[in-house]
């Protein structure tokens, strides 16, 4: 069993700064690869940023020198730190690990949260 439970999220004016926290609970083994996506309405949804096991990074070109991933292993834990926020980010931000459990034979699968919605507005 994995929760993933998602905070951060609100309204902020334009240019403002905002962080994203997921923190993952239960039967966890290991955690590979860390996510955010984000879905506006009337789009599809698309990947935000990620980070693999490895520290790697990969941003969307949209957010690319705005936003940062980040990673906290000891705390199961995914941030992403926003900061020129324009009402173009407004969306719902979801969180997805690959993670591998102990009641799940250490295979890896995906995991989301529930999304928070992330304003921006003046």
């Known amino acids: 069993q994995v929760q993933l439970v998602e905070s951060g999220g609100g309204l902020v004016q334009p240019g403002g700064s905002l962080r994203l926290s997921c923190t993952a609970s239960g039967s966890i083994f290991s955690i590979n690869g860390m996510n955010w996506y984000r879905q506006a309405p009337g789009k599809q949804r698309e990947l935000v940023a990620g980070?693999?096991?490895?520290?790697?990074?990969t941003y969307a070109d949209s957010v690319k020198g705005r936003f940062t991933i980040s990673r906290d292993d000891a705390k199961n834990t995914v941030y992403l730190q926003m900061s020129s926020l324009k009402p173009e980010d407004t969306a719902v931000y979801y969180c997805?690990?690959?993670?591998?459990?102990?009641?799940?034979?250490?295979?890896?699968?995906?995991?989301w949260g529930q999304g928070t919605q992330v304003t921006v507005s003046s």
């Open positions: 980070i693999t096991g490895g520290g790697r990074t």
């Open positions: 997805n690990v690959d993670a591998s459990t102990l009641d799940g034979d250490y295979d890896y699968f995906d995991y």
